[in-house]
């Protein structure tokens, strides 16, 4: 079962080699040899109805997969209970026939639950849930097939023995997974990484807790997210990283690098930071609670959005060559504009619609003087001709077209909170943003 951000599915963990070895190595117990061959007979053609049934309920109990089930996840899911209610009719019809084939795949599920940055708690959870929902509808199918009600005992021993297998084999490809890793320290503190960037885990403060302990990471008081593109070499940064500063958290995030940054108001880890990603393109978040790193990233994600508009004139305030360095937290309200673009788009034909029908060039011009109208204080004539620079009577002139346009609306303080959020947004998505008046 895997989430959308590894960018593999089960079928890239089967090939993993395993040596071959006799089935008793895997099953210790077979009381397989204690069911009649004749329920393999009766389970086989429910096998189907059996998997839907069990899949619902571990969706219903186990909240880590109620994903879609037309998503990896939801596949894998769907694959690995057939499989195993599969594996159970052909130990039921051969108990000592060979199960590597079955082995390989759920050792690879433990390997994903690692890849993934996650425990196996729910994995184990899902086979508990499996077991109990199992153990029932295969007692129903042999009680329909009028079996003797003897079989019900061997049956349930059975249930127990083999979801207790399966779930030893997806630990130790979680184990063999971790052992792989580059120590289980800096696993820890990407697993930890991997949950402050997750809205849903993050909420989950306790296990948060659990694993800042485990990963040797107190808790800050305060963290702000680095978003840096993808690139040659982007993975590494000079000075920066768990191998240079174990206080920085350091996870790659889909083609992106993300360091949380504890203490990201100290002037000297701004400049730090902007140092070791000078000639790359990258986002500060602004500072939050650890229990919002993931707001961090996502206002940093939003400022790299508009990368042409708000980087690069960052970037060129900061001297900066090809790349550029953003702080999201100094355009909080840019960042928030830029997340409802398209509704302000709506918002701009609502409000300004008026001006669609004037010539292109009078719009614009009219657009400008609202817009230095809605930021002045005394909202004169000589204010608004100051702000844009124009001879105080062709500003009267535009007032008074504005009047006989939008009217009495002028005055209405909803009207005008509306109308500038729509200025705003029309000049964030056609790269013109206009200079602080």
């Not at 959005?305 to 360095?325: D, K, M, N, V």
């Not at 609306?409 to 200079?435: H, I, K, M, Q």
């Amino acid at each position: 079962m895997r989430s959308q951000d590894t960018g593999g599915t089960l079928a890239g963990v089967w090939n993993e080699t395993m040596p071959t070895r006799q089935p008793d190595q895997v099953f210790t117990r077979r009381p397989w040899r204690e069911l009649p061959p004749a329920l393999a007979v009766v389970l086989r053609p429910r096998i189907d109805a059996i998997a839907a049934d069990m899949i619902d309920v571990i969706r219903e109990e186990v909240p880590a997969y109620r994903r879609p089930l037309d998503s990896a996840m939801g596949r894998d899911l769907a694959g690995s209970v057939r499989r195993a209610i599969g594996q159970f009719v052909e130990l039921t019809e051969e108990p000592h026939s060979l199960q590597d084939h079955h082995v390989r795949h759920f050792r690879g599920l433990g390997r994903l639950e690692f890849l993934n940055g996650r425990t196996t708690d729910s994995l184990q959870a899902a086979f508990r849930v499996g077991a109990r929902v199992g153990a029932r509808l295969y007692a129903e199918t042999a009680q329909s097939a009028s079996l003797p009600f003897e079989v019900v005992m061997p049956l349930h021993e059975a249930v127990l023995t083999h979801i207790n297998v399966l779930s030893n084999e997806s630990v130790k490809g979680f184990a063999a997974a971790q052992a792989r890793a580059d120590g289980g320290l800096q696993r820890s503190r990407r697993t930890l990484a991997a949950c402050l960037l997750d809205q849903r885990r993050a909420g989950q403060w306790d296990a948060v807790e659990r694993l800042a302990v485990e990963a040797e990471w107190p808790l800050p008081e305060a963290v702000a997210c680095l978003l840096v593109r993808h690139g040659a070499g982007a993975g590494r940064l000079p000075g920066l990283g768990p191998e240079r500063d174990t206080g920085i958290l350091t996870l790659t995030h889909g083609a992106d690098l993300v360091l949380i940054v504890p203490g990201p108001e100290d002037r000297g880890t701004v400049e730090r930071l902007r140092t070791a990603v000078r000639g790359r393109t990258a986002a500060l978040g602004p500072a939050v609670t650890p229990r919002d790193a993931w707001v961090s990233l996502h206002c940093a994600r939003l400022m790299l959005t508009g990368h042409g508009i708000a980087a690069g004139r960052e970037g060129a305030a900061a001297g900066g060559g090809a790349g550029a360095f953003v702080s999201a937290g100094d355009g909080l309200a840019e960042a928030h504009l830029r997340h409802g673009i398209h509704i302000g788009r709506l918002l701009g034909d609502r409000v300004l619609g008026v001006l669609r029908d004037l010539p292109a060039g009078r719009a614009a011009r009219l657009a400008e003087t609202l817009d230095a109208l809605l930021m002045s204080w005394s909202r004169t004539a000589p204010e608004v001709a100051r702000a844009l620079g124009i001879h105080p009577q062709t500003a009267r002139k535009r007032l008074r077209k504005l009047e006989e346009l939008f009217g009495d609306r002028l005055d209405d303080p909803a009207f005008r909170f509306e109308a500038l959020l729509a200025l705003r947004t029309r000049a964030l998505r056609d790269g013109s943003v206009p200079a602080p008046r």
